[in-house]
């Protein structure tokens, strides 16, 4: 039971474009997501969260959509950049699932020149 | 300021051993989890500890323990290797939640 997917395995973007990756959950007790980068045998590198009591939460070139009604979160990135190239992986918790986070299977950016 | 330190950072043991794996969470962050990466599971969440107490687990046999000690290391121990327990397995520590998850380098065990 995948409770949280990521349906496009990739996504090709010209740089200075935007990047938008996309997340759907279908557990409704999720309060909270993260996005996270991560490059081979590297641990992932968190890039901004937002909790389900705001709708868009902004740091620099990453913005981060929720859409509770859809149980959809998106990620945009702008401009996107080569070195933005790498795994994107959106995570979930819920508030009585201590520690916990639930990731969807990630979508590989690749940013060209 | 140190970020979360994992090691080894890699590892090979032989089907049947055990291997400890060890956690050093960065400074002042109590909450430590524990997360198995495989090409066909992705990051499946292990168990978290928060102040020597395992607050949750994830689903996964007994043969996966931790702990976590009282200066906020953890170590995650795997008994009886199987070959599929090669993964790459990664901590991540916190101050609470809404400061984010900060996620170790990770170790790569392989089980021959």
């Known amino acids: 039971d995948q409770q949280v997917k990521q349906n496009s395995p990739s996504l090709s973007v010209q740089e200075g474009r935007i990047s938008i990756l996309n997340c759907d959950y279908t557990?409704?007790?999720?309060?909270?997501f993260l996005w996270y980068k991560k490059y081979p045998a590297e641990g992932p590198t968190f890039l901004i969260s937002i909790s389900s009591i705001k709708d868009k939460n902004e740091d620099g070139r990453f913005t981060v959509f929720l859409n509770k009604s859809a149980k959809h979160l998106s990620l945009h990135i702008v401009p996107s950049q080569p070195g933005d190239s790498a795994v994107y992986f959106c995570a979930a918790m819920s508030g009585t699932s201590y520690g916990k986070l639930t990731f969807g299977q990630g979508t590989i950016l690749t940013v060209h020149p | 300021k140190a970020g979360v330190t994992q090691t080894p950072r890699y590892l090979i043991k032989t089907r049947g051993q055990q291997v400890t794996l060890s956690c050093s969470p960065i400074?002042?962050?109590?909450?430590v989890s524990w997360y198995q990466q495989t090409p066909g599971q992705g990051l499946q969440f292990l168990f978290e500890?928060?102040?020597?107490?395992?607050?949750n687990k994830g689903n996964f046999p007994g043969r996966f323990s931790g702990r976590q000690f009282s200066n906020s290391r953890s170590e995650m121990n795997v008994s009886t290797l199987e070959l599929g327990d090669s993964a790459l397995y990664l901590c991540?520590?916190?101050?609470?939640?809404?400061?984010?998850?900060?996620f170790g380098s990770g170790t790569r065990l392989t089980v021959v």
């Open positions: 500890y928060f102040s020597e107490t395992q607050r």
């Open positions: 557990n409704s007790m999720f309060d909270y």
């Open positions: 991540a520590s916190t101050t609470g939640r809404d400061y984010g998850y900060t």
């Open positions: 400074s002042g962050h109590r909450s």
